[in-house]
């Protein structure tokens, strides 16, 4: 039972104001990943509920007990690392057992402990190795062992996964997941890695120059973005985004730019309303793109030229060029265009993003 | 081009590394030689017949003998021995503390301080004897292995406090914080996890740190005066070298013996030794 609780929390170094302002609420066992590119604050905001940083102003609360002050032994929590940090002078079950003797368990109790997580993991076998007898994702799993035979109230990830080849990595996110399922206990995993964070979320927090942009379940993220970062942020390939203009006319509204003419959806009316005679960013993912047929009204589409064709085997990525800017459309694998044609792009009319040029929150 | 490759590496490998082996084993052997060669052999001219000075017919012990029962040869042997142990004991000690304090603890001056450290030991010690002499005088140390045990350390904790340093840096911080996190203390995960995993540089740091005062010269020569009282390096030189005679075969019998238990510290913990001098530490 534990739930984290961060309050107006920030971080400066001498020049960098690194975290500012986080207000978190992580429910009990709720698996909550921190998301955004290098240098967003959010490493630094994990390592201070962790202990290891200080804290400039806020508060971290376990369950109701503010921990600024504790020392990190104090937290009752269990780090995993990126680069692992295996003590490479311990066996494994030595690693495995640091924490436990360090809290004074008896040795029956560990012995327990240790075999049940190596059992948990599957690294039975290398209990007595060392650590750089290992590969990448045996020492993974050891942190990860390392961290679950203490039973912590929380756990923290910092981007476990970054060492490990693709293929492992995309393996270990499952067991990662199916581990979390099976304890329950709450965990704060940061990554930068989009398609993890949507993937092991139960919710995540995009972050950015130490700013949080949005929290949200990874579907919340995806379709309903808080502004023009998230949007460009999450999902792959990214949202394509193009500068319009909001033009009432004939009785509804339309979205004008250099090679775009779509009619706004009168689902969409009341909030662009305001926005008549504006320049917004429009934004539109490219699986909400496909090549138009004849059916399809003009009005719900735009001219796009070939340039990039990108055979995925389950899907083609177009890269178009509409006017002047490129986006990229994902089409049904049985498309045949070719490089340099133009065609016609119909629109999902109800996944269109609208984002306000100046402030970027989503309209 | 595979003959060219062959003669290259002859002209660039084989035959360099030929000529530094023997450069540096020659004093050595000569060193040997010179020991068990009867004295009648030592003197003989050079322009006598049957001159071979790079060999001898007629080894002997005798300059050995000589050595350890005319001289006091045993007695500098063990000064220099407890001299150096515990110069590199205390050097150790201090320099493994500040070492890490000056890697991993965060406050202000640190790089400063890690600096002027280093440019302490920059000083030389044929300046640094002149003022320290008269610090050994007002303690009144002088003639007493003690002038020495306090002193060797001026220069021994510099650099043993800065190789520890670059070895510390070269562990990654995650092992210590991922200890606090499992619930060592800052303390404890110094003694559980960052010592032991610098091992190889604190032996390196040791071995430099004992081989510099068992050869150490100036200190020995200025603060000790008594025979009884001094080390191997002045011993020999100052007991063995009369006036314009030198006992060369005792001399060398001297060096010889007098290296034995540097070579026995070095060819023991080489292989640490190489590793601490590369320093990195892999997970």
Redesign the interface.
Known sequence: MAQVTIRSLNKKYDEVHAVKDVNLDIRDKEFVVLVGPSGCGKTTTLRMV???ESITSGRILIDDTVINEL???D?D???V?????????MSVYDNMA??LK??KFEKPEIQKRVHEAAEILGIQEYLKRK??QLSGGQ?QRVALG?AIV?HPRVFLFDEPLSNLDAKLRVQMRVELKKLHERLGTTAIYVTHDQVEAMTLGDRVVVMRDGWVQQVGDPLELYNQPANLFVAGFIGSPAMNFASVRIAAENGSLWAVGDGIRLKIPAAMTNRLGGQAGKAVTFGIRPEDLRVANDADPAEMSIEAAVEVIERLGSEILLDVAVGPTTMVAAVEPTVTAKVHERLRLAVNPHRLHFFDTESEAAI | MIEGARWRRWVFFHTPLTLFVVGLLFPFYWMIVTTVRPDRELYHPWNGPNYTPFWTFHPTLEHIRDLLTETLFSTWMMNTMIIATASTLISLFCGLLAGYALSRLKFPWAGTIGTGIFITYLVPQTLLFIPLADIIRNFHLGDSPWALILTYPTFLIPFCTWLMMGYFKSI?K??E?????????RW?AMI??VF??AVPGILSAGIFAFTLSWNEFIYALVFLSSPEQKTVPVGVTSELVRGDVFYWGELMAGALLGSIPVAFVYSFFVEHYVSGITGS???
């Open positions: 962790a202990g290891l020392p990190p032994m937290r929590i269990a780090m690392f990126q680069n692992y940090a295996l003590y490479p002078h640091f924490g360090m809290r650590p750089r020492r390392r203490r | 990654p995650e092992l914080e991922c200890a606090r996190i499992d619930g060592a203390t404890k559980y996890i032991p995993i530490v892999k997970g």
